[in-house]
């Protein structure tokens, strides 16, 4: 069971990046695929989006809503975040999260997104 985050890096305020979540090992249909970020210094993690294993219900934090867009592409069982008009308080460590009220859950490694002039 994996789940990999990548696309994160070093980008200016206002800019975007696409983060990419690859699922392996288990059947996410019925999960519920998350987005968590940790800002520098902070202990909770911050849920900023969710969809369905399906992509047909999705949900965007108030934080980052009009800003953030989850999408999945079941063809290549990746989840994405894409982000724009990032700002300084979008800084942190994303995590990809699949929740089932039933069967473990699973999180990734995380990937660090830095917004810096």
């Known amino acids: 069971v994996q789940l990999e985050e990548s696309g994160g890096g070093l980008v200016q305020p206002g800019g975007s990046l696409t983060l990419s979540c690859v699922v392996s090992?288990?059947?996410?249909?019925?999960?519920?695929m998350r987005w968590f970020r940790q800002a520098p210094g902070k202990k909770e993690r911050e849920k900023v989006a969710a969809i369905t294993g399906t992509g047909d219900l999705w949900d965007i934090a108030d934080s980052v809503k009009g800003r953030f867009t989850i999408s999945v592409d079941n063809a290549k069982n990746t989840v994405y975040l894409q982000m724009n008009n990032l700002n300084s308080e979008d800084t942190g460590v994303y995590y990809c999260?699949?929740?089932?009220?039933?069967?473990?859950?699973?999180w990734g490694q995380g990937t660090q997104v830095t917004v810096s002039s």
């Open positions: 090992g288990f059947d996410y249909s019925t999960y519920h």
């Open positions: 999260n699949a929740l089932h009220n039933v069967f473990p859950n699973y």
